[in-house]
């Protein structure tokens, strides 16, 4: 069973939050709690959010307990980006991307092992 939680509009670019969703894919979700909580970004503390969400979708909505779960999938998507100018010398004007992303992560239930 999967269970998914997403941000979406987040005003951070996808690339930033994309490298520290690296770090947490196929992690138990403490252990990727924990490595959120001692990353030192602005993009960690956004997904640390999304991923406190999509646990307790997964206590309140399926009744998964948390010690059997695991980041199946972390990601940051595209957003609609602001465009904006700049003006630059001689009159011409020079374009700023202000991009946004979507931020995503998918829970899935451990197979546990009976003796």
Same mark, same amino acid.
């Given at each position: 069973?999967?269970?998914?939680?997403?941000?979406?509009?987040?005003?951070?670019?996808?690339?930033?939050?994309?490298?520290?969703?690296?770090?947490?894919?196929?992690?138990?979700?403490?252990?990727?709690?924990?490595?959120?909580?001692?990353? @030192?970004?602005? *993009?960690?503390?956004?997904?640390?959010?999304?991923? !406190?969400? =999509?646990? %307790? +979708?997964?206590? @309140?909505?399926? *009744?998964?307990?948390?010690?059997?779960?695991?980041? !199946?999938? =972390?990601? %940051? +998507?595209?957003?609609?980006?602001?465009?904006?100018?700049?003006?630059?010398?001689?009159?011409?004007?020079?374009?700023?991307?202000?991009?946004?992303?979507?931020?995503?992560?998918?829970?899935?239930?451990?197979?546990?092992?009976?003796?």
């Amino acid at each position: 069973m999967e269970v998914k939680a997403t941000a979406k509009y987040v005003r951070i670019s996808p690339l930033k939050v994309n490298y520290i969703c690296r770090e947490i894919r196929g992690k138990q979700v403490d252990e990727a709690l924990n490595i959120l909580r001692f990353t @030192n970004k602005k *993009g960690a503390r956004l997904l640390s959010d999304v991923l !406190k969400s =999509a646990i %307790a +979708n997964a206590e @309140n909505n399926n *009744g998964l307990s948390r010690e059997n779960l695991i980041v !199946k999938k =972390a990601f %940051a +998507n595209d957003a609609p980006t602001m465009k904006r100018w700049r003006p630059k010398a001689k009159g011409a004007a020079y374009p700023i991307l202000k991009r946004s992303s979507h931020i995503g992560v998918v829970l899935t239930q451990e197979e546990v092992e009976e003796a």
